[in-house]
């Protein structure tokens, strides 16, 4: 009998243990963000509408970003090449990294490095599709991706 209360115990721990550690790799330190209207591309303030992302002061790899702009306005932007569009969490819909990077390796988005080692070390991309849905994230910089 005592064995059996041992077992229970163990599972009942490892199970609220695995539920906590989803919670807070998933849920707990994303913060949604909305309303910015403007991004610095290429120097200059960008206006753009409908903003909606999630972003975290844990890690600066956190931030996800959907937008409205004018493809015009990012024709001053550094093209960026190297890309690579992160996951975001499943409950975040409008940020879809693998469509997006299946569209920037065919051409039916570009991107664009908004900006370099903002903060140190860390790259703030942004994708634009010709009808001006714009999504923004950060990746690995130059340096510390390899």
Not at 12 to 36: E, K, M, N, P
Not at 39 to 59: C, E, K, M, Q, R
Not at 73 to 85: C, G, Q, S, V
């Amino acid at each position: 009998m005592s064995g059996r209360i041992v077992i229970l115990s163990l599972l009942a721990v490892t199970a609220i243990f695995a539920a906590a550690l989803v919670w807070f790799q998933v849920f707990a330190f994303y913060q949604r963000t909305s309303g910015l209207g403007a991004l610095a591309v290429a120097g200059a303030a960008t206006p753009i509408a409908g903003y909606d992302g999630i972003d975290a002061t844990s890690s600066p790899l956190k931030l996800r970003g959907c937008f409205h702009a004018d493809p015009a306005a990012f024709a001053a932007a550094e093209p960026a090449p190297d890309a690579t569009p992160l996951n975001a969490p499943f409950w975040f819909r409008c940020f879809d990294a693998g469509t997006l990077t299946a569209d920037l390796a065919a051409g039916r988005a570009t991107a664009y490095a908004i900006g370099r080692d903002a903060p140190a070390g860390f790259d703030l991309m942004g994708a634009l599709y010709p009808d001006g849905r714009g999504y923004l994230w950060r990746q690995l910089g130059a340096r510390y991706a390899n």
